[in-house]
């Protein structure tokens, strides 16, 4: 008896996108000036370097919406984007129904570049999806790290 194929497939934003004010912008600036002048005055001239670049990129990375990407929960395993990581490349799942910005699916790795995917779900299909994931991965009692939970309220 062969199991019948099922896949879930949906489109999200790659991450959350906060519109920042000119303020955040400006704070940021004043942050990375003082940051670089003091590393300056202690003649670290390349993290002063470093510090003005690293201010560029963020708020360059600020402007920019996110793209928007494909996932699927199936048979086989769980796809974000061009990636299909294999139920054997997965530890463990969680849905946490309670995160402020709607349903979300955390998934451990056992890739140690990728501890930790997180993944949004649209909320007409949380319980198909984790009818099919349960059935494949044991769950646990996984979270968000507390540094990107800051990094979202921040506006990153």
Known sequence: MSEVLKAISWEAPE?????NSSDWFWVLGIIAICGAVAAFLFGNFLF???ILLGAGVVSLRA??????????VGNRGVRLGDK???Y???????VDEDDPF???L?????????????????????DEIEDLLRDRLPEEDLEEP?????????GF
């Open 84 to 86: 299909l990581l294999p």
């Open 48 to 50: 002063a370097l470093v």
């Open 146 to 154: 507390l540094a990107h939970k800051l990094l979202e309220l921040l």
């Open 88 to 94: 054997s490349n997965l530890e463990s799942y969680r």
């Open 63 to 72: 402007i920019k919406p996110p793209k928007v990407v494909s996932f699927m």
């Open 102 to 104: 709607g349903p979300t």
């Open 106 to 126: 955390l998934l451990k790795t056992k890739q140690i570049h990728m501890p930790l995917l997180t993944m949004p779900l649209p909320e007409e299909y949380v």
């Open 15 to 19: 991450h959350r996108h906060i519109d």
